[in-house]
């Protein structure tokens, strides 16, 4: 049986990325069911129990060694780990993986990953010298693949593909519509999910959001829902902005974490999606709900710019004019069709799959 070793900022709570681990591991059972598949992650047993998989922690070297030495493929897994910007210390970890996989003599792949920004000098040098030894590099934009290429790394050993959120399906609305029934949101009125997250300028952009809020609830009746994408963080934010809040009667935040499945029902039962947290923008568009972004990182513009969406505006410098103007344009679309290219990031989620299972021994 081949054995697949999975690595990425898995067992955290992170909505976007447990997504991206169901969306590899189910791209890949259906490829080639019989694999054994284990997964570096922040919590082993979670992880374990959530995907159905074996599970290493992320700092227990002696398994991760084990593990490395028993796979016979490493795959580094979707999300924006190649960055310095949060945190330079898990680019260095996480390309220190990547390394020991190659040294241990094993197939490496990066897996839809989004790269950058990189700003250190070494870094770049660092992330390129790492790329040019994978054996398959894939990247989820043309941004990524463009970062990759100025840090020194052949355009011909980077392939464009898609985010591996892509190739999950589009989740039934009745275990979200449950949700917001259990805190007293019938659905009669307009439901806007907000999904906001940490970020400099905190005391600035709550009050911004605050006010944005009460222009949405005043001209559109709607229910406003902050839904924790990473729990309880988000939370902390949006407890932030509720305490600006005048129209507090018609906001919840939804204060536990919810599966992959739970999240996307949630979004799919929302009439409009305002976010900072790519994979809220994501589930949105998988679930043909309109979204509006707002951006903190380039891998929000890059994916608004490839689905030919709407960013009401940067974090560090947005108004609440910003958001309710850009709401206007969104509101005033009598229907939201699927973009045709949903249908293509699909077909292209699961083929990089497919490229996966091709680097395993036959």
Known sequence: MSKILISGYYGFSNAGDEAMLAAIIGALRKEKPPTEITVISGDPENTADK??????HRFNFFQIIEAMARCNLLLSGGGSLLQDITSKRSLLYYLSILMLGKLM????????????????????????????????????????SEELRQMGVPSNQIIVTADAVFALNPSAKISGKRILQDRSITL???????????????????AIFAEAVDLLVQKYDAEI??????????NNVAAMIIQKVKARENVTI???????????????????????????????????????????????????????????????AITSNDIVQATEKIWQ???YKQNEQISKLRKEAQFNALRAIKLLPK
Not at 51 to 56: E, M, P
Not at 127 to 132: F, H, L, P, S, T
Not at 196 to 206: D, I, K, L, P, Y
């Open 51 to 56: 995907h159905d998989v074996y599970s290493v």
């Open 105 to 144: 003599g094993k197939k490496v792949m990066l897996y839809a990953q989004g790269i950058g920004p990189i700003r250190s000098r070494f870094a770049r040098k660092l992330v390129a010298y790492v790329c040019r030894k994978a054996d398959l590099v894939t990247v989820r934009d043309d941004g990524s």
């Open 188 to 206: 009669a009125k307009p439901v806007i999910g907000f999904s906001v997250r940490q970020w400099s300028g905190e005391e600035r952009f709550t």
């Open 225 to 234: 829902v902050f839904i924790p994408m990473q729990f309880p963080a988000d």
């Open 254 to 316: 939804l204060d536990e974490g919810y599966s992959t499945e739970e999240y996307m029902s949630l979004i799919a039962n929302c009439t409009l999606v305002i976010g900072m947290r790519l994979h809220a923008l994501v589930f949105a568009a998988l679930s043909e709900v309109p979204f509006l972004a707002v951006s903190y990182d380039p891998k929000v513009d890059r994916f608004v710019r490839s689905m030919d969406g709407k960013t009401a505006g940067d974090i560090q």
């Open 333 to 335: 679309k009598t229907a």
